[in-house]
């Protein structure tokens, strides 16, 4: 299975002036655990995390003084819509990371996440009655 066939097309772009308060409600309004940060100025394509926003809240910052550019990773490794779900799943071990922003020819046309490719190598489970999980 391939990076596009995983992916969420739900791409959501702040800019690097977004608080982390605005960028937070954004991400859960579109269920999202990861934003594109694009910088007009320096053409440039970074991402902010769930992660980064709760390890600013837990150093004690204020998420409506601090800003999506003072948080963003913008040493990005981006995955190809045509990568297997291995090579994301070996590029995020690598990295440490639990997102990709997706290219193609330059543009973000998605995001794929741990969780996205963890869904694709688990078939659903039966539904029988109540939800069953192993034991």
Do not use: K
């Not at 999202?32 to 320096?42: K, N």
């Not at 990568?83 to 990295?95: E, I, N, S, V």
């Not at 543009?107 to 489970?125: K, L, N």
């Amino acid at each position: 299975m391939l990076v596009r066939d995983a992916m969420s097309t739900v791409v959501l772009t702040i800019g690097p002036s977004h608080t982390l308060r605005q960028a937070a409600r954004l991400m859960a309004a579109r269920r999202v655990g990861a934003a594109v940060v694009l910088d007009p100025d320096t053409c440039g394509l970074g991402i902010l995390t769930e992660r980064d926003i709760l390890n600013s809240l837990g150093a004690g910052q204020n998420p409506d003084h601090e800003t999506a550019n003072a948080h963003t990773t913008t040493d990005v490794v981006f995955a190809a819509p045509g990568w297997t779900l291995d090579d994301a799943a070996r590029a995020m071990t690598h990295g440490g990371f639990r997102h990709l922003i997706v290219l193609d020819e330059r543009e973000p046309v998605g995001v794929v996440s741990v969780r996205d490719i963890i869904r694709c190598w688990t078939p659903a489970p039966e539904r029988t009655g109540a939800a069953a999980l192993p034991v």
